[in-house]
Every structure is written in structure tokens, then in C-alpha cells.
């Protein structure tokens, strides 16, 4: 996909490549921006789930008018 080699493979094993130490520091930070995205979502959810849940209920009536 990205035409480069990531990785430096020898019959002793496999290294990254600079490029793919570029590469994985970038997708390090995605995974974190991304596990960072997810916290804050999970807390704020649960900050609105603990809201509604103090809220007092609704009550729906039909107003009647007044035989006046």
C-alpha cells in the first residue's frame, strides 16, 4: 500500500526499517488519540446517564380548558 518497506527481514530475524519506525511512532499516536477519544466519551456518557438519573420524572397531562 504505501510502495516502502517497513520492515528489514534476515534469516536472524526481522527489524523496522526507519521508515517503519516513522510509521509506527505515528500509528502509536493514532492508537492513543483514539483511546483517548474513547475515555472521554465513556466519561461524559456516564456523566449524562448519572443526570438523568437525579432528574425528577416527567409527567404528561392533557390540560383541560376551563368551562368559563
Partial sequence: ?????LVARTTRGA???DLGQLFLGHAEAV???LA????EV????EKLQRRRATLPPI???KEVPSSS
Avoid at 1 to 5: E, K, R, W
Avoid at 36 to 39: D, G, I, T, V
Avoid at 42 to 45: F, V
Fill in 1 to 5: 500500500h504505501l510502495g516502502v518497506s
Fill in 59 to 61: 409527567r404528561f397531562t
Fill in 42 to 45: 465513556k466519561a461524559l456518557a
Fill in 36 to 39: 483517548s477519544a474513547e475515555a
Fill in 15 to 17: 527489524t523496522l526499517t
Fill in 31 to 33: 492508537l492513543d488519540r
